[in-house]
């Protein structure tokens, strides 16, 4: 069962389908990115694990990347922050600035909530159809055991607890990678995740981690092609973990 929570896409049967890692506002450093692999917007789509937002300097271009056609991204936990730190009655204004929000923060209300509406029509998993199988994408980790319970999880949310319970998983969860658990997700061909900032792309069984930690050093992301699952640049045998 599909909600508005998990998205669906057909197969790509003209262009490629790439997936890259957190974006957090270096869009431009993105697009200088692109065009070293001859993205072409006409054909090609480009998903996103999300955090497209905070410590970047373009974060405030995140609602034109959502409305471009070719460009579908999931929610980060930094999407999740921008949305409730424009919630009324928020009061976790310190922590959404140590967390990089200043640019939202320093807008005008109606400005605020226009931003956080948009960030809010992003689905928190996707779901592409390719040759070899079904590949998802979640920020940080799935909610459950399999693709399968956290898809029917998101099916059962009728609180905003329920929904908390599972998207503390989607958007945050570091347990698989911190224990180095290769055992995967046994019902997807492939499941792209980032949040962690690796200085390589690196695979834990069928779980790819493609945060490269772009936004860092200004600009070296991971593109994922997942028809091939190859990436750009290739992915290493043994986790390097960036030094945050
Ligand atoms: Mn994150």
Redesign the pocket.
């Known amino acids: 069962m599909i909600t508005k929570y998990v998205q669906r896409f057909a197969r790509n049967a003209v262009g490629r389908d790439f997936v890259v890692g957190?974006i957090h506002g270096c869009f431009a450093a993105l697009e200088i990115e692109l065009a070293a692999i001859r993205f072409d917007e006409c054909i090609d789509r480009l998903f996103s694990v999300?955090?497209l937002v905070d410590r970047g300097p373009q974060s405030s271009a995140v609602i034109d990347w959502i409305n471009k056609p070719w460009f579908h991204a999931v929610q980060?936990?930094?999407e999740d922050m921008a949305i409730r730190y424009v919630e009324p009655g928020n009061r976790d204004r310190d922590h959404y600035m140590m967390n990089g929000g200043a640019w939202l923060i320093g807008m005008q209300r109606h400005q605020q909530v226009e931003y956080a509406d948009a960030m809010a029509t992003l689905p928190y998993a996707i779901e592409v159809e390719t040759d070899g199988g079904l590949v998802g994408i979640v920020?940080?980790d799935i909610h459950g055991k399999t693709w399968a319970d956290m898809v029917q999880a998101f099916a059962c949310v009728d609180s905003n607890n329920k929904l908390k319970r599972v998207t503390n998983d989607v958007l945050w969860n570091r347990d698989r990678i911190q224990s180095e658990d290769h055992s995967g997700v046994p019902d997807m061909r492939a499941v792209v995740v980032?949040?962690t900032p690796l200085r390589r792309p690196a695979a834990l069984g069928n779980v790819y981690h493609i945060d490269t930690g772009g936004w860092l050093r200004g600009g070296s992301f991971t593109f994922l092609n997942l028809e091939t699952l190859e990436s750009t640049p290739p992915r290493t045998r043994s986790l390097e973990w960036e030094a945050a």
């Open positions: 957190d999300g955090d980060g936990n930094h920020h940080a980032g949040h």
